[in-house]
Every structure is written in structure tokens, then in C-alpha cells.
């Protein structure tokens, strides 16, 4: 009958080869699936939240941490449980009782540098924007530089267009970006489809004005609120070019969805989501 001796040594071995295996999985599902917050903004266009089962990237390093300890526990155990074996095979390798002193204390306290160097160390603190991440250098622009222009990678079109009121088309057709392209997307990831820079887009909202004219003349002052006239025959598209303002800001100050064309006459999108006139004209500005 098989005494309780190799059972122990077996039932150790196989848990340790399953931390061994979880550890791995868990590795990957950190590496590939629940990826970092710089790489999730490149992959799905903004900083979503990854989870599985439940929990999130930090929950599953935990757990990735708690298995690590139970092996290093039973790692112990297995060297404990085998410490004779282990004795009289280094005595066999290493004949001299010095050299084996020396090989020994080198192993053991090079084993302990390497489990807890962590401890021994203060990593590098530095200052960065929201949205950014290591290895991620996010330009700015300041061009025109008198204008205060700044764009960031971690931007949208969405926000850049909301924030300088230039239209969201504008900016897609300048950049060479398709239509097709969700105004969500951040800049990070279109420079690296589209080859573009943060310094382009700059220069492009600076340049609106006389690119909208054609004439090249400074831009002409916003219009007072007397001076904004919207006819019901206009639409979405026309009064944002009109007045540089994005279409998404009507829409959203409407109540209008944004699946609605912006080709929609103001007329028939008054009838349907019924926004105030005055006189049959429009003030967008409130």
C-alpha cells in the first residue's frame, strides 16, 4: 500500500502546477483582454470600462498576487518535504564545503533580491494630464500661438468641436478621416490611422474662419444674439456653417438625437421635437 508520504508530494505538486497555469491565464486576460487605460483608449476610442465576471483589471491582479503567494507557500513546503534530497544532490554537485557556502548564500540571497526588490525600491513619480499614459507623449498646439489653442491626444472630435466650435465635417474632411468614423473618437487613435498631428489640427481650428470664407480675411466677430436668423428652411448643417456652431451642440440643446440627419430641415424638426421660436426665427444661443 503507498504510504501518505508520496500522495503529499503528488497532491503538492499538481496544486502547484494549477497556480502555475492560473497564473498564466491571468496573466494574459491582463495583457490582452483587461488592458490598460492607455491602451484602451487606442483600441475602443475612450477609456471604457473591461470586466470579467465582475470585476475589473485591479481585481484580477489581485487575485494574480493571492496566487503567487500560495505557490510561493507551497513551493516551501516542497522544499522542505524534499530537503534531504535536496541536500545530498548539492553535496554531490559541489564537492568542496567553501565553494558550496559560497554558491548558497549567492542563491539564497539573490532568491530574496528578486521577491522582494519591490519593497527596496520607490518608483518614479511624475505629473501627467488626464487621459494619458506611460509611453504616451501628448502634443499640444498653440497655433495660432495668440489664440490659446490647445489639443490634446486624449481629445475627441466631439469635445474639440464643442470647445472652438468647429464643425465636427470640417475637421474630418481636413484630416483626411472618413464620415464614417464616430465623433467619439480620440485623437491618439485617428493620428495612428490617419497620419496626422496634433499640431494639424491646431493650425486647422485657427484657420476655420478663412477656410469657411475662402477669402482669407481675419474672421469676423461672433454675431450678437439680434443678429441671429433662423428660417425654418434652413438646416442643421446650414446654421452650423452660418454660425460655427457644431451641430452636435443644437442637437443637444434641441433635444434633437443624434441619429437625426444633419440634412434636416429646422421646419419639420420643430413639428417632432418641438424646440421654442420666436417670430419663426431662432436664437440658438440661449
Known amino acids: 500500500m503507498m504510504s501518505a508520504r508520496p500522495r503529499i508530494n503528488f497532491l503538492i505538486n499538481a496544486l502547484m502546477f494549477l497556480c502555475a497555469a492560473a497564473m498564466g491565464g491571468i496573466g494574459f486576460l491582463l495583457r490582452y483582454d483587461l488592458v490598460t487605460g492607455e491602451q484602451r483608449q487606442a483600441i475602443y476610442g475612450s477609456n471604457v470600462r473591461l470586466s470579467l465576471w465582475g470585476m475589473e483589471r485591479h481585481s484580477w491582479g489581485t487575485i494574480h498576487l493571492t496566487i503567487a ?27 568542496g564545503q567553501k565553494i558550496r557556502w559560497t554558491v548558497g548564500l549567492g542563491f539564497t540571497v539573490v532568491s530574496a533580491l528578486l521577491l522582494l526588490f519591490s519593497f527596496m ?10 487621459g494619458q499614459g506611460s509611453g504616451q507623449q501628448v502634443q499640444e498646439t498653440t497655433a ?3 489664440s490659446g489653442i490647445v489639443v490634446r491626444g486624449y481629445m475627441t472630435l466631439a469635445e474639440v468641436s464643442a470647445q472652438y466650435g468647429v464643425p465636427v465635417e470640417y475637421l474630418k474632411q481636413k484630416l483626411g478621416i472618413p464620415e464614417s468614423e464616430p465623433q ?5 487613435l485617428l493620428m495612428t490611422k490617419y497620419s496626422f498631428t496634433l499640431n494639424t489640427v491646431g493650425d486647422l481650428i485657427g484657420q476655420y474662419p478663412q477656410a469657411q470664407t475662402g477669402d482669407g480675411l481675419p474672421a469676423t ?16 448643417t446650414e446654421v452650423a456653417e452660418t454660425y460655427r456652431v457644431p451641430v452636435d451642440y443644437l442637437k443637444e440643446k434641441l433635444g434633437i438625437p443624434a441619429s437625426e440627419p444633419d440634412s434636416q430641415r429646422l421646419s419639420w424638426l420643430r413639428t ?13 444661443y440661449a
Do not use: C
Not at 77 to 85: A, D, Q, R, T, V
Not at 121 to 130: H, S
Not at 272 to 284: A, D, I
Open 69 to 95: 503567494f500560495v505557490l510561493i507557500g507551497l513551493l516551501a513546503l516542497h522544499i522542505i518535504l524534499h530537503w534531504n534530497m535536496i541536500r545530498g544532490l548539492y553535496r554531490k554537485l559541489i564537492s
Open 121 to 130: 525600491l520607490d518608483p518614479k513619480v511624475e505629473a501627467q494630464g488626464a
Open 144 to 146: 495660432p500661438a495668440e
Open 184 to 188: 467619439d473618437q480620440t485623437f491618439t
Open 221 to 236: 466677430p461672433a454675431p450678437t444674439e439680434s443678429e441671429i436668423v433662423i428660417r425654418g428652411s434652413m438646416t442643421l
Open 272 to 284: 417632432t421635437y418641438v424646440f421654442e421660436t420666436k417670430g419663426g426665427e431662432r436664437h440658438v
